[in-house]
């Protein structure tokens, strides 16, 4: 006879005990409270009967697991799904979340009754990532070169993103984040190095013909920027300053009140004036070219990862592609300090020449 303990009466849906009456339907077998079934007179269950099917408990509900309803902010290092906080392992590839730093330590063995120490029990361990230890020691510092970005992952096609670090070398952690982030969503992140430096940025990631075409462009600008206040700019404010009486060689030490008539003379004049502003519109075209390189930088170090990756790859027959793309890859300090060097140079050269 089969255990009704717990299951409820389809009549009443109280739960059955062990000392009550139970009557079982003969043809479906589904059980009942005797008071009950006398009461209803009959089966219930009446499309049982019919299609010839036997009564089944029904299946109890499973209350939600907790892991559902936790915010999911622990991304996979590996495949890069974000789980539940709690989680240790990811849901998905098994990588395990937790960095080596929050790993828990070994206990102390604990002795027996007979003062023998005793092993502690077994807990299975991690897998350790390269570069997590040094020196035999474990790090107490998680250090992921990739930046959570798994080698194996495709960044365009033929091109991974192991092939892309093994080009970019240095700061790979920073790039490989930002390649999949654009790669995800098609935008781009603001690189403040590209910003800053332009096209000394673009020498140092070894992109020589964007590289080129940008410093020059920004030597032109500065030349340009330099001789507007020299041959344009100055001679326009001296000559106003002489309109007025003004000692032209006093000018740096004008007063507020001589500089404001200086200007409400030169808008009498859009000539006077465009050329007393050309130095300030010339600075408003540098900086509009370096935020323009700073949007794009990421995009384009990608797309020059991506296209150097494929030509290597493409000429692997003569060589070893690994080999290649180490060689091709990495920053190139030199260049990069050569425009330093040759900026400074051209700019104490116009600073010496004379007003």
């Not at 255990?3 to 109280?14: L, M």
């Not at 697991?65 to 974000?82: F, H, N, T, V, Y």
């Not at 670090?165 to 790979?172: E, F, G, P, Q, W």
Request: charged fraction near 15%.
């Amino acid at each position: 006879m089969l255990d009704y303990n717990g299951i409820k009466c389809p009549v009443c849906g109280v739960p059955f005990r062990e000392e009550d009456d139970v009557v079982v339907c003969p043809e479906c077998g589904a059980p009942y409270h005797r008071e009950c079934y006398h009461q209803a007179g009959e089966c219930i269950f009446e499309d049982l009967h019919r299609t010839g099917e036997e009564w089944t408990p029904p299946a109890e509900k499973q209350p939600p697991s907790p892991a559902d309803s936790e915010i999911k902010d622990r991304e996979c290092p590996s495949c890069g799904l974000l789980n539940a906080h709690s989680m240790t392992f990811c849901s998905r590839c098994g990588a395990y979340l937790l960095p080596p730093y929050q790993q828990q330590p070994p206990e102390a063995p604990k002795e027996n009754r007979q003062g023998s120490p005793t092993a502690p029990p077994f807990t299975p361990q991690p897998p350790v990532r390269p570069g997590s230890s040094f020196g035999g020691r474990s790090s107490p510092f998680y250090y992921d070169p990739m930046g959570g970005v798994s080698p194996a992952d495709e960044l365009e096609k033929g091109v991974t993103f192991g092939d892309a670090s093994k080009l970019v070398r240095t700061n790979t952690n920073y790039y490989m984040p930002v390649f999949r982030y654009i790669k995800q969503t098609g935008r781009n992140k603001f690189n403040f190095c590209a910003f800053l430096f332009s096209g000394a940025w673009m020498l140092y990631r070894k992109q020589y013909k964007y590289g080129a075409f940008v410093t020059s462009l920004m030597f032109v600008l500065y030349l340009a920027y330099q001789g507007s206040m020299l041959l344009v700019s100055y001679p326009t404010m001296t000559a106003l300053a002489t309109q007025l009486g003004y000692d032209p060689t006093q000018m740096y030490l004008f007063t507020e009140e001589q500089y404001m008539a200086i200007s409400t003379l030169a808008m009498q004049s859009s000539w006077d004036m465009l050329k007393i502003s050309l130095p300030f519109l010339i600075l408003v075209l540098i900086l509009v070219c370096m935020i323009v390189i700073g949007v794009r930088g990421n995009k384009m170090y990608l797309n020059h990862c991506v296209a150097t990756v494929r030509e290597v790859n493409a000429q692997s027959a003569t060589g070893d592609p690994n080999m290649t793309l180490q060689a091709c890859g990495g920053v190139n300090s030199m260049a990069s300090l050569c425009v330093a060097i040759a900026y400074f140079v051209l700019r104490t050269i116009l600073m010496l020449l004379p007003l």
